[in-house]
């Protein structure tokens, strides 16, 4: 029994090694194995013969061998990376990075290769050379979140634009005014952007210079940029409010249908009026609109119709609002001066300029710049003379009333409502340090006596 199963086994063998392929072979010599050891060991009982049947069973797949196909490492490119400075052009950062000039045509020639002709300071470039020293990839890096990669192919370069969506979320800060509203800001830990976007938006109903108070408040609801997990820049305030001299305004970011941003009042009125309420960014009141004033120089009563902002010498001058330049020049009392009329009502007066900056006849938007200050003419030291005439009358600049807003358009007012609502409750729920604190102040002692007195 035992030599007849040995004599079929070796025909069996014999006849598989003449034709079927090597890892069918593998797994009939495994099935072979299995035959013989049960021929060596013949069980009567059936239920043991099934126990070692199970036990001695291998699957035919496990036992193929697959062979690993070869793996085809490409070279490492060698990294250079250059940032663009100021007067940089793309001959010198590929300069600096060992290229040739003939490196920059075949960039440049290529589909994509006009943008990189207008380079920033702040960008940066990266530069993948292989091992022959030819340029195989370029990463224009204009930013965390925008780059440009350029790849070698057959002799040319094809381009791709990658743009990165950073996480978007609303942080909220407060702050009372005990100084100013910049060293203030600072207190809050606002970036110095968010702190000048908080007084532009609030700019047309507040003279940050004159009107501020001590005890004044602030409130902010603004977007924080995360990437990675990391903050790298801030966004845009979605909601402010502004406590003034126990008034509050409130404002609100909104983006109508036609994809344009602007503040508006929560009423949906625009934060954005005919005239700002001051001139100048960066600024301090050397003296304010008083009809008995006494001039510096000549030492007599004279009428000061205007209000005067102290400055450092060249620092920009905004035309308060849209118009057309009617007059420059200069006087021996008023120095360089510019006139701008504001439709048929009102006229604005710019005086003691250092530089003018535009010419009569020149039609002018608001937050253009027209000048600089200056102290020519009669004047002590630099600063602005701004004047503000209502029908040919003077009128205090600070406090005269400006033209209404106009309001959010009928057909946008419900959307603009279901936008802004959650918005502006955020803020208002999220404002209650500011007013502990003002009750705090109010309870005092201190303040006690204050209004005793």
């Known amino acids: 029994m035992i030599a007849s199963l040995m004599q079929k086994a070796t025909r069996f063998l014999y006849l598989m090694l003449n034709v079927f392929p090597r890892r069918h072979l593998i797994a009939a010599s495994v099935v072979s194995c299995c035959l013989l050891i049960l021929a060596a060991y013949p069980v009567s009982d059936a239920k043991a013969n099934k126990q070692i049947s199970e036990q001695l069973a291998i699957p035919i797949q496990a036992a193929i061998i697959e062979t690993p196909a070869p793996i085809n490492i490409e070279p490492s490119l060698r990294w250079v990376e250059q940032s663009v400075g100021s007067g940089d052009s793309l001959s010198t950062l590929f300069s600096r990075a060992k290229l ?37 990839e370029l990463h224009y890096i204009q930013s965390r979140l925008v780059s440009r990669i350029y790849n070698l ?40 952007k968010l702190i000048m976007e908080l007084a532009n938006i609030f700019a047309w109903d507040i003279d940050f210079v004159f009107d501020i108070r001590q005890g004044d408040s602030f409130a902010i609801l603004f977007e924080e940029k995360y990437l990675d997990g990391e903050m790298f820049a801030v966004g845009d305030i979605i909601a402010a409010s502004f406590t003034n001299r126990g008034r509050t305004y409130d404002a609100v970011r909104y983006t109508d249908s036609s994809g344009s941003s602007s503040y508006y009042t929560p009423e949906g009125l625009s934060m954005r009026k005919a005239f700002l309420r001051a001139p100048l960014d960066i600024f301090r009141i050397s003296s304010g609109f008083n009809l008995r004033r006494k001039h510096p120089i000549h030492k007599m009563i004279k009428a000061h119709r205007g209000v005067d902002y102290a400055a450092p010498r060249g620092t920009p001058v905004f035309s308060a609002g849209d118009g057309k ?72 600049p600070r406090t005269v009333k400006l033209p209404q807003a106009n309001p959010i358009s009928a057909t946008e007012l419900a959307a603009f409502k279901l936008a802004t609502t959650p918005v502006l ?8 340090t500011i007013e502990l604190a003002q009750l705090e102040q109010a309870s005092s002692p201190q303040a006690g006596a204050a209004n005793a007195n």
């Not at 990165?164 to 005014?177: A, F, H, N, V, W």
């Not at 409750?425 to 209650?432: I, K, N």
């Open 100 to 136: 040739s000039a003939l490196d920059v045509y075949k960039v440049t020639s290529s589909k994509d290769g006009k943008l990189l002709r207008d380079l920033f300071p702040g960008e940066s470039f990266r530069f993948g050379i292989n091992q022959s020293g030819e340029l195989e």
């Open 153 to 192: 192919e057959d002799d040319s370069y094809s381009s791709e634009l990658k743009e990165l969506e950073p996480d978007t979320l609303l942080s909220y800060r407060e702050g009372i005014i005990n100084d100013s509203l910049y060293l203030s800001g600072q207190q809050a830990n606002l970036p110095d």
């Open 325 to 396: 330049v009617t007059a420059t020049g200069y006087s021996k009392a008023n120095g360089n001066y510019v006139f701008v009329q504001h439709g048929q009502t009102y006229v604005t007066k710019y005086l003691h300029l250092n530089k003018k900056k535009v010419r009569r006849g020149q039609t002018v938007k608001q937050r253009q710049v027209i000048g600089t200050v200056g102290s020519t003419g009669y004047a002590t030291g630099p600063h602005l003379h701004y004047e503000f005439l209502v029908n040919g009358v003077h009128r205090n």
């Open 425 to 432: 409750t955020q803020l208002a729920q999220s404002g209650t």
